[in-house]
């Protein structure tokens, strides 16, 4: 199937399809992705696992025969075939049930739970939702959906995105240089093969990119990070995120935050060099009397 026969229906085919992995929440991981983030965090067995960390575990070990041009997993597997070149993680929604402890076993059960197609200014767009559930001793630790956007490669002449501009005032801020060295640690810790990320004359000559490009969900840990080192003893109970426009190595970027007044909510950002808005999110905290 290509582009030109973009068949809808087909692809709606998958929805309900569902598959689950088990791992190990297993120390080495997470000291790992501690260096990777500058955090000199406890990394022991019993000790809960910080948000969002989770997705360097349960892995897609694809064999080798089976990954595809761009470097991911060929598709119409778990995810259906959508015949769109680029892929993206576009956002998500997470809430946080019973902690995650470093150590357990844990299972994570997906579930597709939505596929729809439109044409937009840069053409033809796909999205699928995919929502996971992720469990240790028969008890929710995280319920999530997943946004995947799918883009065909722009059109000659085709007018590029209007940038928004992210918010102008922020109660804290850090400033991230995302070298590749940064952007190959964090594909090795997700396993991830998506060659945007870590081969540049792929990313720049196949999908016409300045640079390599930082995942969204470093981007969105980033920004929980933030929180962290301002409210280290905040416990999140849900947070929801969405990618804006791309980042990449070329150009430092800068992850802000602003604590509404509410003292339950925090509004998260990321922009780029020129202060367009490339993430939005918003943390919700938990009750501490609870």
Same mark, same amino acid.
């Given at each position: ?16 399809? &569902? ?7 297993? /120390?080495?991981?997470? /000291?790992?992705?501690?260096? /990777? ?20 575990? =349960? ?46 076993v844990a299972t994570r /059960?997906?579930?597709?739970? #939505? ?13 699928? &939702? ?6 240790? #001793?028969d008890r929710i630790a ?19 995105? &209007? ?25 090795? $810790? ?31 840990? $980033? ?24 980042? =990449? ?27 367009? $808005? ?6 919700? $905290? ?5």
């Amino acid at each position: 199937m290509t582009a030109d026969d973009f068949d809808v229906p087909l692809l709606q085919q998958w929805v309900g399809k &569902t598959e689950s992995a088990s791992d190990v929440i297993h /120390t080495g991981a997470a /000291t790992a992705l501690a260096a /990777t983030l500058d955090r000199p965090l406890a990394i022991e067995p019993g000790v809960a696992l910080p948000p969002l960390w989770h997705w360097i575990y =349960f892995w897609s070990a694809s064999p080798q025969a089976e990954i595809g041009a761009d470097g991911h997993p060929q598709r119409g597997g778990f995810l259906p075939p959508v015949p769109l070149p680029r892929r993206m993680w576009a956002g998500g929604r997470l809430i946080f049930g019973v902690p995650l402890p470093i150590g357990a076993v844990a299972t994570r /059960t997906s579930r597709i739970q #939505n596929v729809t197609a439109k044409n937009g200014q840069s053409g033809k767009l796909a999205f699928v &939702t995919v929502q996971h559930q992720i469990a240790h #001793n028969d008890r929710i630790a995280i319920t999530e959906e997943h946004d995947i956007v799918y883009r065909d490669l722009p059109q000659p002449g085709s007018a590029s995105a &209007t940038p928004k501009a992210a918010p102008a005032e922020a109660l804290w801020s850090r400033t991230v240089m995302p070298d590749p060295v940064l952007l190959f640690r964090y594909s090795a $810790l997700t396993f991830n093969g998506h060659r945007i990320h870590y081969d540049r004359s792929y990313v720049t000559g196949v999908e016409g990119y300045p640079g390599l490009i930082v995942h969204g969900p470093l981007i969105a840990t $980033l920004l929980v990070d933030l929180l962290q080192r301002h409210m280290p003893q905040a416990q999140l109970s849900a947070f929801d995120f969405r990618a804006v426009g791309p980042l =990449f190595d070329i150009e430092p970027f800068t992850v802000c935050g602003q604590p509404d007044a509410n003292g339950r909510t925090v509004r998260l950002w990321a922009k780029n060099a020129r202060g367009e $808005l490339a993430m939005q999110a918003e943390a919700t $905290l938990a009750d501490p009397t609870n």
